[in-house]
């Protein structure tokens, strides 16, 4: 008990003693960590453009969504997993396991000579990617005391837009003038740098513990959230939500993590401890990072969709058309970190950006076939605005509710929600809108429309340009209404992330400003760490 101790003392030492040495080099870590977030980030929006040149040249049409649900699923099941290992035995081996792990599997499927070895390799890469982002905030959550953290929110949030604008622009050159398998092989050179960077400058304590990793923990989290991905996944396309598939999915879903809970509460070294739930603010940037994934990927998802169908914009540079909402999130999230380090306050941008994103969501559903670009991308601005006052910030306060000790699961919970939210947006603002759109098309264009959606709802450019006139004034009007349903219906669930920001305690930043006395937060933070240690 008293060696726990220690290790818990010393890991909460020494980070903060180590950046304050090495101020340069935790310049050149956070290069790479930067870049590793933007494999992690990047890597399906690549493969996504090349797509239809794989299928071509390897076959198998039909397995073609295993390729991205396969990574998927890997990705989320092996988050909290990652977290748990950096924890257990340091976070600069397990991040540069995750590092390697998913170069592998990006060399594997470059080679692929069959849409089966591509599929196991993406899973492969995807166990890799689980740990490149949460390993990223938790290294920046060593290194970096909470109040000085936000100085650094513009970095990530630059990359995530520079991501979602860029990801498909450089896929489709990548893939038209080196081939496809370059989506993969171009992956290489960054992590190798990102490696050696990792491995030559990062300096932080190992860590060893007694306790055994919980294999039986990781199994029923792994199982439970795996359901649960392939339960948004396939619901309403692959299978009927009432099919017996999806209810059994639910059903073992279901099971597997109540049967998870459970077992938290007698293993010896939980995957996800459950004490740090007992944290308010904890639990509450959970439920807000979920809502955000719910929104934030709904809207990538329908508005290039509306965009290209409904107001004529070209798909060959589908992610510029984002850049109003991803600009404004850009520069939001940059003064909201530099006011957050200034102040040390940041109830307000919780509060604010709740509000935000439940008006532009709002008035993103308010467009039809006559709404202009600028006018769209006024709207854009406002939900991309809410979400530069959440994304970075619900990180920065879920890990300033814990111990050290358990930055790691902070960080993998959190961004395990997120990844959990995005997958309930994009099924349940999906289903949505093709039921929607079926409808409209049925009203308007009779049996054809019928015919032209029963399959998928959404109609690629190719597609729309043979259509008649009138069956595509029928599409584009459907649409329309279609993603009026679904921007609506995130309107009224991000009412949600208001309520709980609402109940967000301003607990004083770590790391900075003047000494003041531990919160109620913290102080139920330490005693149920005492307990468990």
Known sequence: MADNTETVAQAEKQPA?????????????????????????????????????IVGEL????????????????????????????????????????????????????????????????????????????????IIGDLIPPRERGKYQGMMAGVMAFAMILGPLVGGTITDHWGWRWSFYINLPLGVVALLAVSAVLHLPKKRVEAKIDYLGAGLLALGISAIVLVTTWGGSEYAW????????????????????????????????????????????????????????????????????????????????????????????????????????????????????????????????????????LYMAVLGAGMGCLMQITMLVAQNSVE?????????????????????????????????????????????????????????AASLAKLPTQAREAYQHAVSSGTHSAFLLGSVVAVVALVAAVFVKEVPLKGAGPAAPKPADDVESKEAVAETV
Request: proline letters at 3%; hydrophobic letters at 50%; a positive charge.
């Open 17 to 53: 003693e180590q950046a304050d040495k090495q101020p340069r080099s935790v310049r050149v870590v956070l290069l790479a960590l930067m870049i590793a977030m933007l494999l992690a980030m990047l890597d399906n929006m690549i493969v996504g453009t090349a797509m239809p040149t």
């Open 59 to 138: 076959g198998g049409l039909e397995h073609l969504s295993w390729v991205v649900t396969a990574y998927t699923l890997a990705t989320a099941a092996s988050t909290p997993i990652w977290g748990k290992l950096g924890d257990m035995y340091g976070r600069k081996g397990a991040f540069m396991t995750s590092i390697v792990l998913f170069l592998i599997g990006s060399a594997l499927s470059g080679m692929a000579q069959d849409m089966g070895q591509l599929i196991g390799f993406r899973a492969i890469q995807g166990l890799g990617a689980g740990g490149l982002m949460v390993g990223v905030m938790a």
């Open 242 to 377: 009432g099919s017996a598939r999806i209810m059994e999915l639910i059903g073992i879903g279901v099971a597997a993590l109540v049967g998870f809970v459970f077992w938290q509460t007698k293993a010896a070294a939980p995957v996800v401890p459950l004490h740090i739930f007992k944290s308010r603010n904890f639990t509450l940037m959970s439920v807000i990072g979920f809502i955000t994934g719910f929104v934030m990927f709904g809207a990538v998802l329908f508005l290039p969709l509306y965009q290209q169908s409904v107001q004529g914009a070209s798909a060959t540079n589908s992610g510029l058309l984002l850049l109003p909402m991803l600009g404004a999130m850009l520069a939001v999230s940059m003064v909201a970190g530099r006011v957050t380090t200034n102040s040390g306050r940041y109830k307000v941008f919780p509060l604010v950006g709740s509000v935000l994103m439940i008006v532009g969501l709002f008035l993103l559903a308010q467009m039809d076939t006559e709404t202009t670009r600028l006018t769209s991308g």
């Open 404 to 460: 050290m000790k358990d930055m790691g699961v902070a960080s993998s919970s959190t961004t395990l929600f997120r990844t959990l939210g995005s997958s309930f947006g994009v099924a349940i603002m999906g289903a949505l809108f093709n039921h929607r759109v079926q409808d409209v098309m049925a009203e308007r264009a009779g049996a054809l429309g019928s015919k032209m959606t029963e399959k998928s709802a959404q109609l690629d």
